[in-house]
Nanobody
Framework: QVQLVESGGGLVQAGGSLRLSCAAS????????MGWFRQAPGKEREFVAS????????NYPDSVKGRFTISRDSAKNTVYLYMNSLKPEDTAVYYC??????????????WGQGTQVTVSS
C-alpha cells in the first residue's frame, strides 16, 4: 500500500522560506516521477515541481522557477520541496504525488493528504 505523507507546511512571511517533505512508502519508487502540486481556495490544482526518482531530471513551471527546488533522498525515501522568496500567491495546500514513468504526460496515481502553506504579506 503506497503512502505519501507530507510535512513542513506552516505560516511564513513574504520573502521567507520553507522546506516541505514527502515521506514515501509501500513500494520501490525507482521507476516513478515524484511531483508537488498545490491548490489554493477557489482555484484549480497547479503543478509545482517534479523529479525523476532515478535521476536528477527536474521540471518547474515559470511561476516557481528559480525560487523552488525539488530533490529526493533515496536512502530516506523522501522527496523535498525547498521554497524560497515566498509570495502571498504561493499560499495553498501542497500535495505530494507519484506517477510511473513512461511515454506521454505523467499520470499521478498516488497522492498525499496535503500540507498547508500560508504566506503573509
Amino acid at each position: 500500500q503506497v503512502q505519501l505523507v507530507e510535512s513542513g507546511g506552516g505560516l511564513v512571511q513574504a520573502g521567507g522560506s520553507l522546506r516541505l517533505s514527502c515521506a514515501a512508502s509501500g513500494r520501490t519508487f525507482s521507476s516513478y516521477i515524484m511531483g508537488w502540486f498545490r491548490q489554493a481556495p477557489g482555484k484549480e490544482r497547479e503543478f509545482v515541481a517534479s523529479i525523476l526518482w532515478s535521476g536528477r531530471s527536474t521540471n518547474y513551471p515559470d511561476s516557481v522557477k528559480g525560487r523552488f527546488t525539488i530533490s529526493r533522498d533515496s536512502a530516506k525515501n523522501t522527496v523535498y520541496l525547498y521554497m524560497n522568496s515566498l509570495k502571498p500567491e504561493d499560499t495553498a495546500v501542497y500535495y505530494c504525488a507519484a506517477a510511473k514513468t513512461g511515454a506521454g504526460i505523467p499520470t499521478y496515481d498516488y497522492w498525499g493528504q496535503g500540507t498547508q502553506v500560508t504566506v503573509s504579506s
